[in-house]
């Protein structure tokens, strides 16, 4: 009779493998005592790498294989001998390893024959049911586990098919023979892993896991069996229904909780009195910067120096008075210097034994600043509509000026004509003034056109030296790009001066600014990179010398009200990117801690216009044919002027200070009025409205609305509109192609 070969039984644990059971031949061979059992092999053998490596591959790639290895006795510290070690896969958690003594040469025919007796004693050993079928899905070999599991007597298993007996799937669905791990096994040569079936256990239903793994001739490589393997995981899954139940209604109020608490920008504390220790939620560490929960002592070093006098008061009345509560705000200095807003409720309270602070705190950060933004924002609006009013009142003055010039320049001499020359310029420079005005109100014309931009910044290099101070070197020997973009020549200063601006107050112990443009073109990757359409830009880049800027603050330069000063509205290269993203273009900034920042402003490239044929002498001014005119301002000094420039151009004018007066003089008039010229603001009846109610009860009276503010949305050759302050020359010229379009 054979001798049964050495045999171990090991099951994985985690990262190890467990010596589950071994035969007296094992035990003899290698001297490893039965203390062992139940302990784990690795530190054992942690000296024969090659051993573990051989069981930890086979065990992951569920495949025998076998080694000839020099391996040591448990009682020696050398390798005194060499084993032939096979190691086989059980699965789903069990590794059989076999040794053969081959220190001198073995007979494999008799390890061979002893097979069938060595998986017999490994098998027997299992607490897992255990079946060993043929290639016909009969059995081979079977443990008592596995008679239990199916419902039968030990014996009885021998040349019998487990699908014999009734089984259902996970979704109670009877299993069919393509659902069962060990057919499955025998029909593709693949191992099955972990199939959960439920079955009839004399009348009574037992959850099991069910794997297979085939096996194969070691120098063939043909299927001859396939090893499977029974679980009960009856009792397991009805003791964790309740546990994974509870489980998960915990984890769900868990959720909600933090889910509010992130959403209302909350945290909790907890603050024990006997210990001086407490805990705080996540929430709070990114709040405050630290990842500690400091004591009253600590907390405080955190609170503002300007609030810790007064939180520290709070802290000691409370902590002094059980059930004592406050509700107060005050702001932290994070350990980075950032300053945060936070507000504290909380509640000293005994709680399990001891006397505990509880409470909850939120950031008010955001709240504060938007508060803060608002404030800046109304005290912007009320300068804003104050601009609007003074500039207001000064285009009435100016249109006063331009148009008394033009009247006096008729017939004036030559010296005289010099004179109101300077006068005219230095109201059209007053014009400008007023348009800056409007631009800072919001209120500005818009005025497309196709501009050089290099002469824009030739204009405005003066204004920009001024605006940077002495001590820092304003550059512009790069501005030579000739090219010419179609924008509103005052947004683009308001752009640029933005820009310079911005760079000013990035070096406050001076620097240096350079400008410089050019042209780019811009192909698909790098259009959707700045987020523009391809083609040729004109570019202008405002370099400065300053600390640079940090990554984080770059991602929200171009935020409404973001600023990192103290002072101003953070709307400067807010409302610049507006402006040039309307125009079609983009705003690129590149930066670098300590390397400065390069603003590139991304406008798209036209051509420039062509050369007009030699001006021709200046035209006959446009006179009028007696056609009545009413005339309606709420300002004397305009009403006047324009009446008497009206007059000597040869139209019939009646003049009024209001819509009512105007209204009441078109019913009183013979025949209705050829146009209407009215102020656009007015108290009470503003203009638009009069135009309104004149058409209704004169349809045929043109409308000609004045204002200083930007002209009203609908225009018609029935209503047109004139821009304040206007000269005589403007005036006339409107008023004569307006009747001239009535025909």
Known sequence: MSTPTPGYLTRREGTHFVLEALNHKAQGLTKLPASMIGRPLDPLYA?????????????????????????????????????RLTFVPMPPAHLVVYSEDVTEPSDLARGLADAEARNASIVAAMMEGVLLLDTQGLTLLGNAAA?????????????????????????????????????????????????????????????????????????????????????????????????????????RSERWLDAALEAGQLGVFEWSSDDNRGTWSPHLEALFGVQTEPGVAGYLELVHPEDRPRIAEIAMATLGQPGASFDTHYRVVRPDGEVRWVRTTG??????????????????????????????????????????????????????????????????????????????YAAERARELTGQLLAFARRQVVEISVVDLDALLRRTEQMLRRLVGDEIELRTEDVRSG??????????????????????????????????????????????????????????????????????????????????????????????????????????????????AVFRVYLPKVEPPREGAPRASAPRRATGRGESILLVDDDELVRATTARLLERLGYSVTATGDAESALAAAAAAPAPFALLLTDMSMPGMNGLELVQRMRERHPQTRALVVSGNPPPAETSDALAFLQKPYTLESLAARVRALLASAG
């Open 47 to 83: 000296d024969q790498p090659e051993a573990m490596a051989a069981a930890e591959t086979a065990f992951r790639e569920q495949r025998t294989i076998a080694r000839d290895l020099r391996v040591r006795r448990a009682d020696l510290a050398v390798a005194n001998q060499t084993l």
């Open 347 to 424: 509640r000293y309270v005994e709680y399990d034994g001891r006397m505990r602070l509880l409470g909850v705190m939120a950031d008010m950060s955001e709240r504060y600043r938007m508060q803060e933004a608002l404030a800046r924002a109304e005290r912007l609006e009320s300068l804003g509509r104050l601009a609007g009013g003074v500039a207001h009142d000064f285009n009435n003055l100016l249109t006063v000026i331009l148009t008394s010039v033009g009247l006096a320049q008729a017939g004036a001499s030559s010296e005289v004509q010099r004179e109101l020359a300077t006068v005219q």
């Open 147 to 251: 008679a239990k599991l199916l419902g039968v007597r030990e014996a009885d298993l021998l040349r019998r098919a487990p699908e014999d007996i009734r089984a259902w799937r996970v979704d109670d669905a009877p299993a069919a023979p393509g659902d069962l791990p060990w057919r499955r096994a025998l029909a593709t040569g693949e191992g099955v892993s972990a199939v959960r079936l439920t079955l009839d256990v004399d009348g009574a239903r037992r959850a099991v896991l069910a794997s297979a793994r085939p096996i194969r001739d070691p120098t063939r490589g043909e299927l001859t069996s396939v090893a499977c393997t029974l679980t009960d995981v009856t009792a397991l899954e009805e003791s964790s229904a309740a546990l994974r139940e509870s489980e998960l209604a915990f984890h």
């Open 483 to 596: 090219a010419h973009v179609r924008v509103d020549a005052a947004q683009v200063e308001q752009v640029v001066v933005n820009l310079v601006a911005n760079a000013r107050d990035a070096m406050p112990q001076g620097g240096r600014i350079a400008l410089a443009t050019g042209v780019e073109r811009v192909d698909e990757a790098a259009a959707s990179a700045l987020g523009v359409a391809t083609g040729d830009y004109v570019v202008l880049e405002v370099e400065d010398s300053g600390a640079g800027i940090d990554p984080t603050v770059r991602e929200k330069l171009f935020e409404p009200f973001f600023s990192t000063k103290d002072s101003g509205t953070g709307l400067g290269l807010a409302s610049a990117y507006g402006i040039v993203r309307q125009l079609g273009g983009t705003i690129a900034v590149e930066s670098e801690a300590g390397a400065g």
